[in-house]
Nanobody
Framework: QVQLVESGGGLVQPGGSLRLSCAVSGSIFSITAMAWYRQAPGKQRELVASITSGRITNYADSVKGRFSISRDNAKNTVYLQMNSLKPEDTAVYYC????????WGQGTQVTVSS
């Protein structure tokens, strides 16, 4: 059974940066398109960024130019570099596939506040 473990969240001031990590157990990681999602209080979970096995990336308009998704297949890990953070980026961040989701991990809380 695949397990997802997100880390790297925290409290940061507006304009700051964070780097999130998601460790994925299982041997199929390298051939799986991965994505980061976020869920703010009272809102639905939304797709933030995705990366294919061939490292083609896509971003939500709200984070384009500020966030960068990457992956290290040797470490079964996907990353999300978040720069120029805004208060509206505050949410719990999760990683998963683009469809036919694995069981969700616990997520990592990102709070952007002065």
């Amino acid at each position: 059974q695949v397990q997802l473990v997100e880390s790297g969240g925290g409290l940061v001031q507006p304009g700051g940066s964070l780097r999130l990590s998601c460790a994925v157990s299982g041997s199929i990681f390298s051939i799986t398109a991965m994505a980061w999602y976020r869920q703010a209080p009272g809102k639905q979970r939304e797709l933030v960024a995705s990366i294919t096995s061939g490292r083609i990336t896509n971003y939500a308009d709200s984070v384009k130019g500020r966030f960068s998704i990457s992956r290290d297949n040797a470490k079964n890990t996907v990353y999300l570099q978040m720069n120029s953070l805004k208060p509206e980026d505050t949410a719990v961040y999760y990683c998963n596939k683009l469809s036919l989701f694995w069981t969700w991990g616990q997520g990592t809380q990102v709070t952007v506040s002065s």
